[in-house]
């Protein structure tokens, strides 16, 4: 069971490149979201899905796109990267309910020059 | 505008020197409170979740509280492995949404 796993751990892109994040869980989760964490900021919400086929916006989802084609996977894509997306990402997943806790994965250092 | 607050931003304990990391909210109809213990380069491990006022949680040496307008996360006699970065986090009536706070960054030394 390996939980909540991200693709890549690391990565350098230049302004105006293109990318995509994977994220998968094992734990037959209902819901999944994408977080990033920048200095002095805390976790922002970036998109939030609750089923297969369905997402929705969070906090700060301009210039970022998400897609959850199966069950397992919830993918976060970058169209056209600027350096303000220089951060560290998250992927979580909870069960069903909104009250259940959400388990997140190791992250992904993004690099935008 | 739902919102979450943790005090101390930074904490230094000696080593078996107890004390309580503080997390204020304010969030309509709280659906729960999360707190999550974080190391560097990592992904936030979940804790413990509380959903009402009194309601109290253990975990080793960490104890979550929880009133109608903040938490408190108590550690006793800790313990340079807890060194990390705790986080608290409320889910209010907003489906899907996590607020989460900036952290408390504690250091414990020998």
């Known amino acids: 069971n390996a939980g909540v796993t991200q693709t890549p751990k690391f990565r350098v892109l230049k302004t105006g490149q293109s990318m995509t994040l994977l994220c998968a869980q094992d734990m037959n989760h209902e819901y999944m979201y994408w977080y990033r964490q920048d200095p002095g900021m805390g976790l922002r919400l970036i998109h939030y899905s609750v089923g297969e086929g369905t997402t929705a916006k969070g906090e700060v989802p301009d210039g970022y796109n998400v897609s959850r084609l199966k069950k397992q996977n919830f993918l976060l894509g970058l169209e056209s990267a600027a350096p303000s997306q220089t951060s560290v990402y998250f992927c979580a997943s909870s069960l069903r309910y909104t009250t259940y806790e959400q388990y997140f994965g190791p992250g992904t250092r993004l690099t935008v020059t | 505008e739902d919102q979450v607050t943790q005090s101390p931003e930074a904490l230094r304990l000696q080593e078996g020197e107890s004390s309580s990391l503080n997390c204020s909210y304010t969030?309509?109809?709280?659906?729960?409170l999360f707190w999550y213990r974080q190391d560097p380069g990592k992904g936030p491990e979940f804790l413990f979740t509380?959903?009402?006022a009194g309601e109290e949680k253990e975990k080793e040496r960490l104890k979550a509280t929880l009133t109608k307008k903040e938490s408190f996360l108590h550690i006793t006699a800790p313990k340079p492995e807890d060194s990390a970065t705790y986080l608290c986090?409320?889910?209010?009536?907003?489906?899907?949404?996590?607020?989460f706070g900036r952290g408390t960054q504690l250091t414990v030394w020998p």
């Open positions: 969030v309509s109809g709280l659906r729960g």
């Open positions: 986090a409320v889910r209010g009536s907003t489906l899907g949404r996590l607020y």
């Open positions: 509380l959903y009402s």
